[in-house]
């Protein structure tokens, strides 16, 4: 190998790296929302213990990864192609950090609700959690496979997140309002919904990045003007 090609060989390694610290952080998180929604579904109060835990190891390669980006940027330069994909890596590192923490929110209402007064069932919640979980796997599973198409249909699947909390929204007031009993449980399924909807949101934020990452194209708030940035190879 020549002298000119080892910086070029370690700058491609060190994304690989990077590229597993991310997918590693991916499949923690999503295993710890559908183990926080399932709990709220089982009211399980056992869950919440779990989930700090595995947040804790979320937390730390988040950090890992921050550093990770920090060095490529700084050390290696990269342009057009690989800065997109150093620059998703980043971002999705930034919304799974959060997803982890809301599933944490999830994991410890379970708890609460599990000592509350049962409240009839509500066919939203279990809903909500389907489509957010969906949701989350869709749009990791299209950063992995770069499927646009894919990333596309978590953006516009949102809306069915809100107005499924919108309707529990009314649902749970209107139990409080019959029934004084089930305030405390129907105040912790309003911030399960309120969690769910964010976790929702934040894989909206991924389905987005997968846009920027494989056409350079950037879709936020319903946008999708403008060129595309150039492709290309790395500067290293």
Request: aromatic share 2%.
């Amino acid at each position: 190998m020549s002298p000119d090609q080892t910086p070029r060989r370690h700058f491609h390694v060190e994304l690989d790296t990077l590229q597993e610290r991310l997918l590693a952080m991916a499949g923690l998180v999503e295993t710890l929302i559908t183990n926080a929604s399932q709990a709220v579904l089982d009211r399980d109060p056992t869950v919440a213990e779990f989930a700090k835990r595995e947040d804790h190891r979320v937390d730390e390669l988040e950090v890992e990864i921050d550093h990770r980006v920090v060095e490529l940027l700084a050390l290696q330069q990269p342009m057009a192609t690989d800065l997109r994909q150093i620059i998703a890596t980043n971002k999705l590192s930034n919304d799974l950090e959060r997803m982890g923490d809301h599933a944490v929110n999830i994991a410890n209402a379970a708890r609460r609700l599990s000592e509350a007064t049962f409240l009839p069932n509500i066919r939203e919640l279990a809903e909500m959690i389907q489509i957010t979980r969906e949701m989350v796997s869709d749009s990791l599973g299209a950063y992995v496979t770069r499927n646009v198409g894919t990333a596309r249909m978590v953006c516009l699947t949102d809306d069915k997140v809100d107005d499924l909390r919108r309707s529990m929204y009314r649902i749970l007031v209107t139990h409080m309002l019959e029934d004084p009993k089930l305030i405390t449980g129907a105040l912790e399924l309003l911030l399960i919904s309120q969690n769910l909807e964010r976790i929702a949101d934040l894989a909206t934020n991924v389905a987005e990045d997968v846009v920027f990452l494989v056409e350079g194209r950037n879709i936020k708030h319903g946008s999708d003007r403008g060129p595309a940035l150039p492709s290309g190879g790395s500067g290293a």
